[in-house]
């Protein structure tokens, strides 16, 4: 399958709203976990979270449309307008029948639905949004985001856990390489820090409630690890043929070379012990790239921070890449600003881009006492070295695998 050209990146995340702040915070290894303050969290087990505050300076959205959204599709179009700027595409001179929009997500837009539930319960269906149907649900913000632009193009919204983005952006490629479409908007967009939505992720049983130490909570493969801590956030970047690319002179970020995906089967929401799926998912990616092992220089970690996760994750690389794996720079960056859930992949696979065009391996943090030696983990600040090809990977309930390789323009 050909190879397919990242053109321009959108993040918004706990750690800044932009490639450039975003890049600056993650490379220097601070922390973007906190205590939620949105609203009263003292309760729940765990409630701390990586949170977004500051949406409202991006005034590219009317009073009108905000009134209709939910956060995940506010973001996923911030996301959407700093992508499309940064490839240099005015949306206007393009076929609108000819770009798609490819998004992964797991909740919804709760803190939408939430109020107008409440609202219901209390002054009755008068008191309800007309918006509320079509605000909450996980293909809102592929809906919102092709209105916004008049897309009309082939279009997906990928609902597979923490692996949907990661998914999102194989899809993407894949449709692009049978030349269906010019040009996709592909990542994910995910707003948990919500009454519901806390509360739903808390009683998925995986979450760290290391509450007083909120920075230090998100502790992956660490022995100390208690679980990992929500944030929220989008990713969207936009992906074109190269061909395309190299015709309107765009500034191509990194090639998406391969996408390997598979299921474990064995449980309803822990993935199986062994890795092994995990490794087949691993191999197709490589396999689909035409990369050998020894021609990764970097793996991006999922890192749940639970121990049958993290543990199966490194049985599977330590399969497939055997003694070389402690040459190869390894990290989970996200334990800076918490797992997005559906956006996580997508996050990660910006982060990796990053490192290349720096030539640096973004960091991670909070792994004092490896549980799993014989790695080279990057801790704490981002580490020179020249990313050629990196392989990330992206993992969700009931033993979803997913892993992708990318490769430096």
């Known amino acids: 399958m050909d190879r397919i050209a990242v053109t321009g990146i959108g993040v918004v995340a706990p750690s800044g709203i932009g490639k450039r702040q975003f890049w600056a915070n993650i490379k220097s290894g601070r922390s973007f976990i906190k205590e939620i303050t949105r609203f009263d969290a003292s309760l729940y087990p765990s409630h701390i979270a990586g949170q977004i505050d500051e949406l409202e300076k991006y005034g590219m959205l009317s009073e009108r449309l905000l009134k209709k959204i939910d956060a995940f599709s506010h973001m996923a179009l911030i996301a959407s307008e700093l992508?499309?700027?940064?490839a240099g595409i005015d949306i206007k001179n393009e076929d609108p029948?000819?770009?798609?929009?490819?998004?992964?997500?797991?909740?919804?837009?709760?803190?939408?639905?939430?109020?107008?539930?409440?609202?219901?319960?209390?002054?009755?269906?008068?008191?309800?949004?007309?918006?509320?149907?079509?605000?909450?649900?996980?293909?809102?913000p592929q809906g919102q985001v092709s209105i916004y632009y008049g897309i009309k193009g082939f279009s997906k919204t990928i609902v597979a856990d923490r692996a949907g983005s990661l998914m999102a952006l194989g899809y993407a490629r894949k449709v692009l390489s049978k030349n269906k479409l010019n040009m996709i908007l592909a990542g994910g967009t995910e707003a948990p820090v919500t009454p519901y939505s806390l509360l739903c992720c808390n009683t998925y049983g995986m979450l760290s409630k290391n509450?007083?130490?909120?920075?230090?909570?998100?502790?992956?493969?660490?022995k100390k690890r208690d679980g990992f801590v929500i944030g929220e956030g989008a990713g969207i970047v936009v992906m074109e043929g190269v061909e395309r690319a190299k015709s309107r002179k765009a500034s191509i970020l990194a090639y998406i070379s391969g996408y390997g995906t598979s299921c474990d089967g064995v449980d309803r929401i822990q993935p199986a012990s062994d890795g092994k799926e995990l490794a087949r998912a691993i191999r197709i990616a490589l396999t689909d790239a035409k990369a050998s092992p020894e021609q990764i220089d970097y793996i991006s970690l999922d890192g749940l921070a639970v121990n049958i996760w993290d543990e199966s994750e490194l049985k599977a690389v330590k399969e497939v890449f055997g003694a070389r794996l402690k040459d190869i720079p390894v990290s989970c960056p996200k334990s800076m600003f918490g797992n997005l859930l559906g956006a996580s992949g997508a996050i990660d696979m910006i982060t990796t881009i990053l490192g290349m065009e720096h030539g640096m391996v973004a960091p991670m943090i909070n792994l004092?006492?490896?549980?799993?030696?014989?790695?080279?983990?990057?801790?704490n600040h981002?580490?020179?070295?020249?990313?050629?090809?990196?392989?990330i990977i992206s993992r969700g309930r009931g033993g979803i695998n997913s892993a992708l390789v990318i490769e430096k323009a």
């Open 382 to 391: 981002a580490k020179p070295h020249n990313i050629g090809k990196a392989l």
């Open 211 to 222: 509450n007083v130490h909120p920075q230090s909570a998100y502790r992956p493969f660490d």
């Open 368 to 379: 004092d006492e490896p549980a799993s030696n014989g790695l080279n983990y990057v801790l």
């Open 83 to 86: 992508a499309l700027q940064d």
């Open 97 to 140: 029948n000819l770009v798609g929009i490819f998004l992964g997500n797991a909740i919804g837009g709760w803190l939408y639905a939430e109020t107008e539930l409440r609202d219901m319960y209390i002054e009755g269906r008068e008191g309800v949004s007309p918006y509320m149907a079509s605000a909450w649900f996980p293909a809102a």
